[in-house]
């Protein structure tokens, strides 16, 4: 069984400031996608990026990029110049190719602070 | 990108009755759809999978008969709650993925129904 652990249950940032949050996950699988979701206080899940295991590039979506390290299986967000949209649960997201099936971390809660 | 109608987004329930949400794929069609579950503060717990003209797949420990689920067409699932009772209150999440669409890999999610049985 797949397991995705967020050890940040809660962090803040100063508006502009860049953040970083922290996830891990242990498989034996070889090939999966590794997600992070953003729950903002409406509860609609929205994805934020997403990185292809047997990709070694880091993806990046404009403010928001990640830090794939496969092999000590962690898949950390940075925020850079966040902002306070930015508030909101978020969540690591693990998937087996070809499962379609999401396993999620416990979510981390981040607030902007003004 | 593809979007995920959940209804209603809000029910209130007497303890005995039961209570039907409704998720749609309104610019796709979906052959799979999944249904979670979300307590307060904590993360999605995967309930079921449920696949277009077939039975649902449960995740162990979930009541096939209490939570019924429905794939009557590519675009529809139904999660049915029967005979709710005060401890099935929770916030009911459903998603799907566009199995034809650019991005095979993405699940789109419904923003959530709260249940609430009094």
């Known amino acids: 069984a797949q397991t995705v652990t967020q050890s940040q249950p809660e962090m803040s940032v100063q508006e502009a400031e860049t953040v970083t949050l922290s996830c891990t996950y242990d498989?034996?699988?070889?090939?999966?996608?590794l997600f992070w979701y953003k729950q903002p206080p409406s509860r609609q899940m929205i994805l934020v990026i997403r990185?292809?295991?047997?990709?070694?590039q880091n993806a990046t979506e404009n403010r928001f990029s990640v830090n794939f390290q496969k092999a000590a299986k962690s898949f950390s967000l940075k925020i850079s110049d966040s902002q306070l949209g930015d508030t909101a649960m978020y969540f690591c997201?693990?998937?087996?190719?070809?499962?379609?099936?999401?396993?999620f971390g416990t979510g981390t809660s981040l607030t902007v602070i003004p | 990108g593809a979007v995920v109608s959940q209804h209603p987004s809000w029910v209130i329930c007497k303890s005995g009755t039961s209570v039907k949400i409704e998720c749609r794929s309104l610019?796709?069609?979906?052959?799979?759809m999944f249904w979670y579950r979300q307590f307060p503060k904590q993360s999605l717990m995967l309930m079921a999978t449920?696949?277009?003209?077939?039975?649902?797949?449960?995740e162990q420990g979930v009541e096939k008969d209490k939570f019924l689920i429905n794939h009557a067409s590519l675009t529809l699932s139904t999660l049915t709650v029967t005979s709710a009772h005060p401890e099935d209150s929770s916030f009911y999440i459903c998603?799907?993925?566009?199995?034809?669409?650019?991005?095979?890999?993405?699940?789109?999610f419904g923003a959530g129904t709260r249940l609430s049985v009094l």
């Open positions: 498989t034996s699988e070889s090939n999966y996608y």
């Open positions: 998603s799907a993925r566009d199995p034809w669409g650019g991005d095979k890999n993405i699940q789109y």
């Open positions: 610019d796709f069609q979906a052959t799979t």
């Open positions: 990185q292809e295991a047997y990709k070694q």
């Open positions: 997201a693990f998937m087996k190719l070809g499962t379609n099936q999401f396993y």
């Open positions: 449920s696949n277009e003209g077939s039975k649902a797949t449960y």
